[in-house]
């Protein structure tokens, strides 16, 4: 099993930032690729910002230049780290870990529980 735990969502001013954590635990043998995903009302949930284990990172246009993605492998832990917030990023974010677990043969995808990030004045 592999369990995903997000932390640091909140309700944020317009222009403030935050900075989600995801943490990885369980019957790990390896971390692939780690993402962010958001969910906002009405919307289909979208690719936030990835980064492989080599630590090459992308993300969608709308957040270049105000978010930035990493990660500690020692920990097992993402980071998404949010400036500049803009109403329009209000969502749920969801952290994504492509994962090997002990004893399997291929990584699959796990996913944590969310994280509600509200920007509002």
């Known amino acids: 099993q592999v369990q995903l735990v997000e932390s640091g969502g909140g309700l944020v001013q317009p222009g403030g930032s935050l900075t989600l954590s995801c943490a990885v635990s369980?019957?790990?043998?390896?971390?692939?690729?780690m993402a962010w995903y958001r969910q906002a009302p009405g919307n289909q949930r979208e690719l936030v910002a990835g980064?492989?284990?080599?630590?090459?990172?992308n993300y969608i246009d709308s957040v270049k230049g105000r978010f930035t993605i990493s990660r500690d492998s020692a920990k097992n832990t993402a980071y998404l780290h949010m400036n500049s917030l803009k109403p329009e990023d209000t969502a749920i974010y969801y952290c994504?870990?492509?994962?090997?677990?002990?004893?399997?043969?291929?990584?699959?995808?796990?996913w944590g529980q969310g994280t509600q990030v509200t920007v509002s004045s």
């Open positions: 994504n870990a492509n994962s090997l677990t002990l004893g399997s043969a291929s990584p699959r995808n796990y």
């Open positions: 369980g019957d790990i043998f390896r971390i692939y690729a």
């Open positions: 980064i492989t284990s080599g630590g090459s990172t």
